[in-house]
């Protein structure tokens, strides 16, 4: 493992970063739903699902852009998944109802990640900062069911200008290994 490399063990899950990019501390959520006939391991990972639990950003001094960001979420299934393309139906539905200006640009239920299969779509959005700045966010979303764990994996950033860094989320994403551990 390099500083560069994120792994969580528990979840079988690793990811990597460029030099560029900063890992920023996250805390897991804790999550009082409870439920029966869980092991140690899926209660601590149930507990932990409802915020990410590793966060990376480019960091740059413009603040004409947004940052680009990467979040992955793990959610413990209880019960069998829906089908890939009935979860992509649910994913575009939150996105145009969380920013009713988004505009879907790319959607299938048949991509893979690491090696499993998964739902991607990239969608177009305005977001405001805290001063009322408006910026327009090019978000790449990716769900993938390995074993009993479903993870979500968000990339946004900047939809133009100097800092979409298109090829720095490519190559992260390739560097994503998921292994099933539940």
């Known amino acids: 493992m390099t500083p560069d490399t994120f792994t969580a063990p528990e979840l079988g899950f690793e990811i990597t970063k460029p030099k560029n990019w900063e890992f920023v501390p996250t805390q897991w959520a804790k999550n009082t739903r409870k439920h029966a006939k869980l092991t140690p391991a899926q209660s601590d990972i149930l507990a932990k699902s409802a915020v990410p639990f590793v966060y990376l950003q480019y960091v740059h001094d413009s603040p004409d852009y947004a940052f680009p960001t990467i979040q992955v979420t793990c959610r ?6 829906p089908l890939l393309a009935q979860l992509l139906a649910l994913q575009t539905q939150t996105i145009a109802r969380t920013y009713p200006d988004a505009t879907i640009t790319d959607a299938t239920d048949a991509f ?16 405001k900062n805290h001063a009322g700045t408006e910026f327009s966010i090019l978000s ?9 764990l479903a993870f979500t994996l968000g990339l946004s950033g900047p939809s133009k200008g100097p800092h979409t860094r ?10 994503v290994k998921i292994s099933p551990c539940i």
Do not use: C, M, N, W
């Open 166 to 175: 298109a090829a720095d989320f490519e190559a992260i994403l390739k560097s």
């Open 112 to 127: 893979v990640l690491s090696g499993h299969p998964a739902t991607h779509f990239k969608s177009v959005f305005s977001i």
């Open 140 to 148: 790449r979303s990716y769900l993938v069911i390995v074993g009993q």
């Open 76 to 81: 413990l299934l209880t019960a069998t998944p």
